[in-house]
Nanobody, 119 residues
Framework: QVQLLESGGGLVQAGGSLTLSCAAS????????MGWFRQAPGKEREFVAS????????NYADSVKGRFTISRDNAKNTVSLQMNTLKPEDTAVYYC????????????WGQGTQVTVSS
């Protein structure tokens, strides 16, 4: 079992930046590929970014490409999401998640952190 806890959300003006962090505890963190997802009110949860267990490969949704950067520190059991040039449409609850298999289902989820971008 891996427990995930997100932090770093908040209220920011459009054009601003935020960095989300996700701290893992429980089982060893390094074997898992990690992802960030978000869910806006009234919308389906959507993929934001992912990073492989070795941090050798990252993937981004088109809507955040060039603005968001995912990274991880396996020594500290953390994964981060640096978000720049934020837009009101980035407003959502952001979740980190872990999967054992690239392309497989994410099996561990955090409780989420709210990001609100004002116009």
């Amino acid at each position: 079992q891996v427990q995930l806890l997100e932090s770093g959300g908040g209220l920011v003006q459009a054009g601003g930046s935020l960095t989300l962090s996700c701290a893992a505890s429980g089982r060893t963190f390094s074997p898992y590929h990690m992802g960030w997802f978000r869910q806006a009110p009234g919308k389906e949860r959507e993929f934001v970014a992912s990073i492989t267990r070795s941090a050798g490969s990252t993937n981004y949704a088109d809507s955040v490409k060039g603005r968001f950067t995912i990274s991880r520190d396996n020594a500290k059991n953390t994964v981060s999401l640096q978000m720049n040039t934020l837009k009101p449409e980035d407003t959502a609850v952001y979740y980190c998640a872990a999967t054992g298999t690239i392309g497989g289902p994410y099996i561990y989820w955090g409780q989420g952190t709210q990001v609100t971008v004002s116009s």
